[in-house]
């Protein structure tokens, strides 16, 4: 099976950096994936990991390390309108590329 | 547009009534997720069907079921409906050459 943690809920303030962790576990790791979903709204593709390492997407950066069972997504320079959930979901390559996903992390950016 | 279609987009009924959501993956893709978004929640994954067959199921109530069709659509049978089961329905596909899972636009269940 898989489990995926994230914290529920974060605050931060515009313009700062926040670090949004996850840890997961899982029988046949194949890629770690990050969406955003605003309130009401379907979640939207963010980032894809598959290899240990950094990816870099303009504000947005997501690290993963296989071996540590652990992701996190960074967004830089905060703007309000960054406020909303962010979904950690994890892919079993064992299992038709299930995917899986967390319960989610409620960013709140304040001014 | 992710090329996943939910209808109806939004739906209201009376407790104890069944609705039937509808959802239509991406171009061949194979696998279907249901996913209950009650508000201020995160998405509580129902149940997923590859290729026509269930292959796992998360915390769906007996009230509850699916089934995917030879066309590869899928619906979610709510049944017996109560006020807690208002909510945002999510379905999403994925397919063995695609890397990320694409979400329909949902359907907002409210019952009243």
């Known amino acids: 099976g898989q489990n995926i943690d994230q914290p529920t809920e974060m605050t931060a303030t515009e313009g ?15 890629g770690l994936f990050w969406y955003q979903q605003h309130a009401g709204e379907a979640p939207t593709f963010l980032s894809y990991n598959v290899l240990d390492g950094l990816e870099e997407k303009g504000r947005f950066s997501s690290f ?3 071996s540590k069972g652990y992701s996190y997504l960074l967004l830089k320079e905060l703007q309000m309108k960054d406020s909303a959930s962010y979904l950690c979901a994890v892919r079993d390559g064992n ?6 996903f967390g319960a989610g992390t409620r960013l709140t950016v304040k001014p | 547009d992710s090329g996943v279609t939910q209808t109806p987009k939004h739906l209201i009924t009376a407790t104890g009534q069944r609705v039937t959501l509808r959802c ?3 171009s061949g893709d194979l ?14 994954f129902l ?48 397919g063995t050459g695609s890397t990320e899972a694409f979400f329909g636009q949902g359907t907002r269940l409210t019952v009243v």
């Not at chain 2, 696998?31 to 509580?44: E, H, I």
């Not at chain 2, 069709?69 to 208002?86: K, T």
Request: charge should be negative; hydrophobic fraction near 30%; proline fraction near 2%.
């Open chain 1, 16 to 30: 700062a950096i926040v670090q949004i962790n996850c840890t997961y576990q899982t029988s046949g790791f194949n």
């Open chain 1, 64 to 66: 993963l390390s296989r």
């Open chain 1, 95 to 100: 299992n038709n590329n299930d995917m899986r």
């Open chain 2, 24 to 26: 239509s993956p991406r």
């Open chain 2, 31 to 44: 696998s279907v997720y249901w996913y209950q978004q009650s508000l201020d929640q995160g998405l509580q």
């Open chain 2, 47 to 94: 149940i997923q069907y590859y290729n026509g067959e269930e292959r796992a199921k998360g915390n769906i109530l007996e009230r509850f079921s699916a089934q995917q069709f030879p066309d590869l659509h899928s619906e979610l049978n709510l049944s017996s409906l109560e006020l807690g089961d208002s909510a945002l329905y999510f379905c999403a596909s994925t």
